[in-house]
């Protein structure tokens, strides 16, 4: 198993934010995490992420136990994070954007040949290097954010709403890079909103209702499920 979160409480003071979550990550997976706003995802993924400590509970990647890891290494441990709105610096190029993503002593030796990749992936990008970043549509911001991401070379990416804020037809762009990178090995777990997209792509899912899990399995099982089918896609 790749990843594996066990039972974590998480708390911001005395509010908590989820209770006694577990979920896992195999090698070549995309892990969906959907569920209502306010349900605790983002919250969830900035923990796997580093960005929040657990109260409780026990995290894993591979041999490694994360929870005696510092923040700033998880990173070089093989998690990249995409965060929610981006997070962009607006005021330095593409380029400059991307280059801070492979930051990693193992990432900066392979930099062009990263960089390369990802203007493949995203080829108006390679246009538009040169660019300062808050010039961008959202739809790039996007695309920028995840090559960033990719630049730090990770065997795991998190997406936390990817399609947030976007057009359906830049929304397709985005999810087919994802489909993209996945098939070319890379283990996923995504937060989204949008559950038809997540439900499409995802190996497994997990519902998160009130920072508690209420449902997990293939996609087809859950959307089986009346309750499910209603809640999150009006049917």
């Given at each position: 198993?790749?990843?594996?979160?066990?039972?974590?409480?998480?708390?911001?003071?005395?509010?908590?934010?989820?209770?006694?979550?577990?979920?896992?990550?195999?090698?070549?997976?995309?892990?969906?995490?959907?569920?209502?706003?306010?349900?605790?995802?983002?919250?969830?993924?900035?923990?796997?992420?580093?960005?929040?400590?657990?109260?409780?509970?026990?995290?894993?990647?591979?041999?490694?136990?994360?929870?005696?890891?510092?923040?700033?290494?998880?990173?070089?441990?093989?998690?990249?994070?995409?965060?929610?709105?981006?997070?962009?610096f607006?005021?330095?190029?593409?380029?400059?954007?991307?280059?801070?993503?492979?930051?990693?002593?193992?990432?900066?030796?392979?930099?062009?040949?990263?960089?390369?990749?990802?203007?493949?992936?995203?080829?108006?990008?390679?246009?538009?290097?040169?660019?300062?970043?808050?010039?961008?549509?959202?739809?790039?911001?996007?695309?920028?954010?995840?090559?960033?991401?990719?630049?730090?070379?990770?065997?795991?990416?998190?997406?936390?709403?990817?399609?947030?804020?976007?057009?359906?037809?830049?929304?397709?762009?985005?999810f087919?890079?994802?489909?993209?990178?996945?098939?070319?090995?890379?283990?996923?777990?995504?937060?989204?909103?949008?559950?038809?997209?997540?439900?499409?792509i995802?190996?497994?899912?997990?519902?998160?209702?009130e920072?508690?899990?209420?449902?997990?399995?293939?996609?087809?099982?859950?959307?089986?499920?009346?309750?499910?089918?209603?809640?999150?896609l009006?049917?």
């Amino acid at each position: 198993m790749l990843l594996e979160a066990r039972n974590l409480h998480i708390a911001y003071g005395d509010a908590t934010a989820v209770w006694d979550v577990t979920i896992d990550v195999d090698d070549g997976e995309i892990v969906a995490v959907i569920g209502p706003n306010g349900a605790g995802k983002t919250t969830l993924i900035n923990t796997i992420a580093g960005l929040l400590r657990a109260r409780q509970g026990s995290l894993r990647f591979g041999a490694i136990d994360l929870r005696s890891v510092p923040p700033h290494h998880f990173c070089r441990h093989g998690i990249a994070l995409v965060p929610e709105g981006r997070r962009l610096f607006t005021t330095m190029t593409v380029e400059e954007n991307l280059q801070i993503g492979g930051y990693r002593k193992d990432a900066r030796e392979e930099q062009e040949q990263t960089l390369g990749h990802v203007f493949e992936l995203f080829p108006m990008l390679k246009d538009k290097r040169q660019q300062l970043a808050g010039s961008l549509s959202g739809g790039q911001q996007q695309m920028v954010a995840i090559g960033r991401a990719l630049m730090a070379r990770p065997r795991l990416l998190l997406l936390d709403e990817p399609s947030l804020g976007l057009a359906p037809s830049v929304v397709s762009d985005v999810f087919r890079a994802v489909r993209r990178i996945h098939a070319e090995g890379m283990s996923i777990l995504m937060v989204e909103q949008n559950v038809a997209l997540a439900m499409e792509i995802a190996s497994r899912a997990y519902v998160l209702e009130e920072g508690r899990i209420v449902a997990q399995g293939a996609p087809s099982q859950l959307l089986a499920q009346p309750r499910l089918r209603e809640a999150y896609l009006g049917l």
